[in-house]
């Protein structure tokens, strides 16, 4: 068995307390180099993706930015600011619909989802002209 490595453990760490809800790669590596923990970001990378297929980390696949990961933990969805980034969580949003008659439906036996809705925190929501919202 493979020793563990000090990045991947720093990472584990450094996701443990809660500083914010979700990181970037990018994000990692400062936040490593701010506690004085050296870390190129290939190592990051590196390390993300082994505690990623180890089941240690959750990664959140966001369309058109940088995955977001977190430490697995209870189930929830997520909604991000376009503007800012921000990542929330939210309370799962499928636990409300009929899964059961989704998987008769189509056949599909579901295992897993990820669900990101797109739009502007109350913080930004003044920064973006009225024309470039759009409704869903």
């Known amino acids: 068995m493979a020793r563990p490595s000090r990045i991947s453990a720093a990472i584990l760490a450094l996701l443990a307390e809660q500083a914010r809800h979700a990181w970037t790669l990018e994000s990692m590596q400062a936040d490593l180099a701010a506690r004085a923990t050296k870390a190129d970001f290939s190592s ?3 390390a993300v993706e082994r505690l990623v297929a180890e089941g240690r980390l959750h990664r959140i696949p966001i369309e058109g930015a940088a995955a977001r990961f977190e430490l697995p933990g209870a189930h929830h969805d997520h909604l991000r600011c376009v503007i ?3 990542l ?3 309370p799962c949003l499928a636990a409300r619909m009929d899964l059961g008659a989704l998987q008769e439906q189509t056949g599909f036996t579901l295992e897993a989802h990820d669900i ?3 739009g502007t925190c109350t913080n930004c929501r003044g920064r973006r002209p009225d024309s470039e919202t759009r409704a869903v």
Do not use: G
């Open 44 to 46: 990051v990378f590196r």
């Open 84 to 86: 800012c980034d921000a």
């Open 88 to 90: 929330v969580p939210i």
């Open 116 to 118: 990101v809705l797109d």
